[in-house]
């Protein structure tokens, strides 16, 4: 488990550097290429996205290598600290001091996210199950982006960036799911994660997340985008390798209440630092 850990800290520190070059670059790029292919095409000109997309392939290796070796439930949750990370490091490259909100939220979502750790204790379950089982599993989440997508298609301004940032959010949990999937099918050879349906569907979703994260990225600041991003991303994660892989968190009395209690106060911490004035200011002077 620690080895697994400290990989899901550094994927956390490599999205949090990622988050910060990628949303700077697409704050200029021209509407009109939202949710297109074309807005990948016209990033790739740009120095700074290309920095970014590095340290996200960075972090996609070593989040692969933390499912690896621990569950979905415990994995996620770490990575979703990369908000807390990349504030401080977007404060030190734009030469700004954190207030007393930026601490707040910091500690908050390091703290919630390590309780709820310590108290769950998510075990491994199974990578392999059925493929009825993942079409239950893997169907109404990719319905729900579908649904998401559309409407932000039709939205403009604050909204349109939360609907995008909700569909990033589930797309990334799935993303974390079929990485554990492919892991595993890598481990018992390269042939057989070639031939593996979850490798096709793992590079699909990975393209589709890619766009419509940098397309909420490109709406609005990371106020409206990043709170539903870190918070759906590891409940759609952890919510499949429950039901999927079967994993096992403990749910039972006290257990539930200080957990339920910890992901309350990390999802406060998230808004919190998302929604910081000074944050703001940093992804505002960012472009």
């Known amino acids: 488990m620690t080895a697994s850990v400290l990989a899901a800290l550094a994927a956390a520190v490599c999205f949090a550097s990622a988050a910060i070059l990628q949303q700077e670059a697409t704050q200029s790029m021209p509407g009109r290429d939202s949710l297109r292919l074309a807005l990948l ?50 404060m030190w490259r734009r030469h700004k001091r954190a207030g007393l909100r930026d601490w707040l939220g910091i500690v908050s979502v390091l703290g919630g996210v390590s309780i709820f750790l310590v108290v769950a204790s998510p075990t491994e379950g199974i990578a392999d199950p059925s493929a ?54 890598l481990g018992n050879s390269i042939a057989s994660a070639f031939t593996s349906w979850q490798l096709y569907l793992l590079i699909a979703v990975g393209i589709g997340a890619l766009v419509v994260s ?7 600041p990371l106020a409206y985008s990043m709170p539903l991003i870190g918070l759906l991303e590891p409940v759609v994660a952890v919510l499949i390798g429950e039901t999927a892989l079967d994993e096992q968190v403990r749910l039972s009395g006290g257990y539930l209440a200080v957990e339920g209690l910890a992901a309350f106060v990390a999802a406060v ?7 910081s004035p000074t944050v703001l200011s940093i992804y505002e002077d960012g472009t």
């Open 41 to 90: 095409l016209h990033l790739l000109r740009r120095p700074k996205w290309l920095a970014g997309v590095t340290m996200l392939l960075a972090g996609y290796g070593f989040q692969a290598l933390a499912l690896a070796y621990g569950p979905v439930a415990l994995v996620q949750p770490i990575v979703v600290t990369e908000l807390a990370i990349a504030i401080p490091i977007a």
């Open 132 to 185: 009825f089982t993942w079409l239950a599993s893997l169907t109404p989440v990719g319905g729900a982006v579908a649904v998401t997508v559309g409407l932000a298609r039709r939205a403009r301004g604050p909204r349109r960036a939360m609907l995008l940032g909700a569909a990033a959010g589930m797309s990334f949990g799935l993303l974390a799911v079929l990485t554990k999937a492919t892991t595993y099918e």
């Open 214 to 220: 940098q397309s909420a990225y490109q709406a609005g």
């Open 269 to 275: 911490g998230i808004v919190l630092l998302s929604s």
